[in-house]
């Protein structure tokens, strides 16, 4: 059996939210009021990089077939077939890969991985790593630096455009997840093997939002998603960091909503790049 740490709220038709590397599921409490308004949404622990225990792979077709593989379990886990999906970053990516498998209704991905150039990618590790470094040193001193509000503000810069809008026991849950994160060395070895490429394209609605602020993950690298994926829908998060559901909830919660009614409405997943 899967464990699994999550969260359930809501009715209606099934919504998954998949969490970026190194965090938990709690990144979506910003936007899980609105979005249970009309789904039953589930936002998850990812396979070893929250709380979640899941087998992995580190290849790179094993990296897309180990999310949809782990989706899979964990859907069936909670009880839900076809769910709409949501992920950030890595889970964006996951959520894409998802659609590409036919094992989703829909799929919203918010800056999601994969999609960059070597130099983009060696951008978003750094960046990443940088995040890891500053939360490990926050948290490691005694008394520890990451109880100080300019320090948390800080550190939280490197995810939002809106830092203090962040409160200081999430900034703290933050900092933790990331340096608990037990799969972040593999991931950041396993970039250098995976990249998307043309391929089997959806066949369900599935919309790319890119962050204007976001300093993880270029909202360039939506240039090599037109590419990769024609038929789907591209948008832009104005004013956004990567954790953009805390920098405008409002805006992503629709962002995600709209995808779930267009599949609801049973429109085709072809739309014109924004």
């Known amino acids: ?28 409490l910003p936007v899980l009021d609105r979005l249970s308004e009309r789904h ?5 622990d990812l396979p070893r990089l929250g709380r979640a225990p899941i087998p992995h792979t580190v290849t790179d077709e094993g990296i897309k077939a ?10 069936k886990h909670l009880g839900v077939e076809r769910p709409h999906v949501a992920g950030l970053g890595l889970g964006g990516m996951l959520a894409v890969a998802a659609a590409a498998a036919g094992t989703v209704s829909s799929a919203t991905a918010l800056s999601p991985t994969g999609f960059w150039t070597p130099a983009q990618r060696r951008a978003t590790v750094a960046q990443l790593r940088a995040f890891r470094m500053a939360s490990r ?3 490691a001193t005694r008394p520890p630096l990451a109880a100080s509000r300019l320090v948390q503000t800080t550190i939280m810069s490197r995810l939002c455009s809106h830092p203090s809008r962040i409160g200081s026991a999430e ?17 950041m070895r396993s970039t250098r093997l995976f990249r998307w490429r043309p391929g089997r394209q959806p066949e369900v609605p599935v919309t790319m939002a890119w962050a204007d602020r976001d300093k993880m993950i270029s909202r360039h690298q939506a240039n090599g ?12 998060l104005p ?15 629709n962002v995600i909503l709209s995808t779930c009614a267009r599949a609801e409405r049973g429109r085709p997943a072809v739309s014109p790049p924004s």
Not at 12 to 21: A, D, K, M, R
Not at 225 to 236: D, E, K, S, Y
Not at 239 to 253: I, N, W
């Open 225 to 236: 998603a037109v590419q990769v994926l024609p038929g789907a829908l591209q948008v832009r």
């Open 40 to 44: 039953d949404v589930l936002a998850v």
């Open 171 to 187: 900034s703290l849950e933050l900092m933790a997840a990331m340096r608990d994160a037990t799969a972040f060395e593999e991931a």
């Open 239 to 253: 004013r956004c960091g990567h954790l953009c559901m805390s920098d405008d909830p409002e805006l992503v919660a």
């Open 1 to 28: 059996m899967v464990e699994s740490n999550y969260c359930r709220r809501g009715s209606g038709t099934p919504l998954v939210l998949l969490h970026s590397l190194g965090q938990r599921w709690p990144i979506w």
């Open 137 to 139: 040193l926050a948290l």
């Open 66 to 75: 180990f999310g949809v593989r782990s989706l899979e379990r964990v859907f």
